[in-house]
């Protein structure tokens, strides 16, 4: 369930007509209903009523300041991946000890960084990475709280790209690794161990990997227990998956049913780090077609959106599904809606039946608030676009477009190169 609606032939957020902001603030633009947002994460929260559990908003997948600021109100946490979202994230408000720090290659001001902001848990994917944050805490005088990474080797039936938990993926330590990691952590003098991780990968679409990957790491916690090593959180990563198209995953209350029933006995805090099934169907991203162009054997409908704005489609060949913001007359059509970008890989869909719609028409390319503004880059100096948020009737610029000076405000000419 979201707030994007038609009224009549008409397609609103919320209560205000999508047609009036795109007047407003042009195209191509990100919008965000607060209703939607609010609900999913309230949603995923209260699947996991009863148990003691953070849920860390997963930052990568949105980091728009108002989005964070949303979810820090909620009482969300934040799962971070980088010195970046570990600043957004204090200034959004998040408390640093409701942040968890994941990722294969943190760098060592970053480790600085979150040391000093006495984050909740770096979640530690190498043995190198161990032994670089205990000697940074050791620096700063201090006890660095970490879990290990642990990859589980479950196959998460996703797309390879995004898949994450396998043996031949780059993250996480397998379970052997882990044990001897587990030891080293214990005795090092900077290091508190204080849980176990992981994430096995994303857009998933059935509850079994995640309880396969569940049922092994609470085996690990067995052992590790044996050795007198007492794990106090267990961080369950992301994944789960949304509809697009027609994928059914689990509901977050299905898959909340199935890893609480996993973890009854235990008593560990349950960490969850969750980022599309938040923000994934909370966002559209609004695109005006410049024009219609029948080719010998395809039929392109240019938008002023490509794969810049929207990486997904050309990435890991995503389905969005795009309608009309309002709906015109005439029979379906099958087209390839493209970009302007100087590459054949600019295409938002390919041979995709939708709505006959003419040039000047504004389109809606749904489920693009996860991994959408926050996957978007300047090529071809395209000033990224702008990321607008609805609540009720309202609605607010929540990011400015960029402007060409913004473009090149960074960059500067070397004295040798002359005026
Ligand atoms: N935790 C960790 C350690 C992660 O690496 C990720 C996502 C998440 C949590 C959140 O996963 P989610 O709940 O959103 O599935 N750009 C790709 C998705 C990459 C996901 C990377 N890691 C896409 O557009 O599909």
């Not at 300041?65 to 909620?74: I, T």
């Not at 060949?317 to 379906?332: L, M």
């Not at 749904?366 to 948020?389: D, H, K, L």
Request: proline fraction near 4%.
């Amino acid at each position: 369930m979201h707030h994007f609606n038609y009224r009549e032939n008409e397609l609103y957020c919320e209560d205000v007509p999508i047609r009036t902001i795109a007047e407003d603030v042009g195209t191509p633009f990100y919008l965000y209903s607060h209703a939607t947002l609010k609900r999913h994460f309230l949603i995923f929260n209260e699947a996991f009523d009863g148990v003691d559990r953070l849920v860390c908003y997963s930052a990568k997948a949105n980091t728009n300041q108002a989005v964070l600021k949303l979810f820090e109100s909620l009482g969300s946490g934040l799962d971070i991946v980088s010195g970046g979202e570990l600043y957004r994230g204090l200034k959004a408000g998040f408390s640093s000890d409701r942040i968890v720090y994941s990722g294969v290659g943190k760098r060592m001001d970053e480790i600085d960084y979150a040391l000093e902001a006495g984050i909740l848990m770096f979640n530690v994917e190498s043995l190198e990475e161990l032994h670089l944050i205990n000697e940074r805490a050791g620096l700063l005088d201090l006890k660095a709280p970490v879990a290990i990474r642990v990859n589980p080797d479950v196959d998460p039936k996703t797309h390879p790209y995004i898949s994450t938990g396998l043996e031949k993926n780059k993250f996480g330590i397998d379970r052997e690794t882990a044990i001897e990691g587990y030891k080293v952590a214990s005795r090092l003098d900077h290091i508190d161990v204080v849980g176990i991780d992981c994430h096995i990968g994303s857009q998933i679409t059935e509850a079994k990997p995640f309880i396969e990957a569940l049922e092994s790491i609470k085996r690990l916690i067995e052992e590790l227990r044996g050795m007198g090593i007492e794990i106090k959180y267990l961080d369950m990563g992301g994944g789960l998956g949304i509809t697009y198209d027609d994928e059914s995953p689990p509901h977050p209350r299905e898959y909340a049913r199935a890893i609480v029933e996993s973890l009854k006995g235990t008593h560990l805090k349950l960490i969850l780090e969750p980022g599309r099934v938040i923000v994934g169907n909370a966002g559209i991203l609004v695109t005006q077609v410049l024009f219609r162009k029948s080719g010998r054997v395809k039929e392109f409908v240019v938008a002023d959106a490509g794969m810049n704005d929207l990486m997904r489609p050309t990435l890991y060949k995503a389905f969005h599904a795009i309608e009309p913001v309002v709906r015109g007359e005439g029979d379906p059509i099958t087209a390839d809606v493209v970009g302007p970008i100087c590459e054949s890989g600019d295409f938002l869909a390919q041979d995709r039946k939708i709505r006959n719609v003419k040039k000047g028409d504004l389109l809606a390319v749904m489920s693009a608030g996860a991994y959408g503004f926050t996957m978007s880059s300047n090529y071809c100096s395209r000033p990224r676009v702008a990321e607008v948020m609805v609540k009720d009737d309202s609605y607010h610029v929540v990011r400015n477009r960029e402007s060409y000076q913004d473009l090149v405000v960074s960059e500067s000419i070397p004295p040798f190169l002359g005026d």
